[in-house]
């Protein structure tokens, strides 16, 4: 079974800051695929990034970048210049021969 | 080009009533799923569904619920006789092609659901 685990349930940053918000999964595919999805108030689910497990480098979208150990089975988020509206839930994701499987989610809060 | 459309938005049903959330994938996508959402949880899948078929619903409970994607139409996900524990978000997501192996998913805005 593929699971999802992000063990920060909430977290706060100020303003033009950097945070990173870590995410652990256990999968026993070899090829999959890592997604982290943004839930602003509003309720929709947004792709912020997304990083194919057969390559090395680690993704990068404007100030979004991620730390991908595909040894560790780590995928952290990294938000850089933090801005008031990345305030939002953040869900790590797996999806390989699955459906895409959610961690519960990080709160993330901007503070100005 | 349109998003993944879902209504209703929100609804609100009593205890034993039937509850029909519906979904439109983008435009070009015939791959749908269902996922839902308790409070202050992830997303849990329910079921995938293409034209016509029912792919994998090993997410959907066995019973009450059931959800269908006709030829013509949008997908719809049935809950029968509705119990305060189906109180939930229930987002929709398509994509062009099987998206189990890419996994991006375009959803809906959601469609929110009160049992009283």
């Known amino acids: 079974a593929q699971t999802v685990t992000q063990s920060q349930p909430e977290m706060s940053v100020q303003e033009a800051e950097t945070v990173t918000l870590s995410c652990t999964y256990d999968?026993?595919?070899?090829?999959?695929?890592l997604f982290w999805y943004k839930q602003p108030p509003s309720r929709q689910m947004i792709l912020v990034i997304r990083?194919?497990?057969?390559?090395?480098q680690n993704a990068t979208e404007n100030r979004f970048s991620v730390n991908f150990q595909k040894a560790a089975k780590s995928f952290s988020l990294k938000i850089s210049d933090s801005q008031l509206g990345d305030t939002a839930m953040y869900f790590c994701?797996?999806?390989?021969?699955?459906?895409?499987?959610f961690g519960k989610g990080t709160r993330l809060s901007v503070i100005a | 080009n349109a998003g993944v459309m879902q209504n209703p938005r929100h609804l609100v049903r009593r205890r034993g009533q039937e509850a029909r959330l519906r979904c439109s994938p983008m435009?070009?996508?015939?791959?749908v799923y269902w996922y839902r959402q308790l409070p202050e949880e992830g997303l849990k899948f329910m079921v995938y569904?293409?034209?016509?078929?029912?792919?994998?619903e090993s997410g959907m409970p066995k019973e009450r619920f059931s959800a269908e994607f006709p030829k013509e139409g949008p997908s719809i996900l049935r809950i029968q006789q509705v119990v305060r524990g189906d109180s939930a978000a229930y987002f929709c997501?398509?994509?062009?092609?099987?998206?189990?192996?890419?996994?991006?998913?375009?959803f809906g805005e959601g469609s929110r659901l009160t049992v009283l």
């Open positions: 999968t026993s595919e070899n090829n999959y695929y």
């Open positions: 435009k070009g996508h015939s791959h």
């Open positions: 994701a797996l999806a390989g021969n699955t459906p895409l499987v």
């Open positions: 997501a398509s994509s062009p092609s099987s998206g189990r192996n890419t996994g991006e998913l375009f």
């Open positions: 990083q194919e497990a057969y390559k090395q």
């Open positions: 569904l293409q034209k016509e078929n029912i792919i994998d």
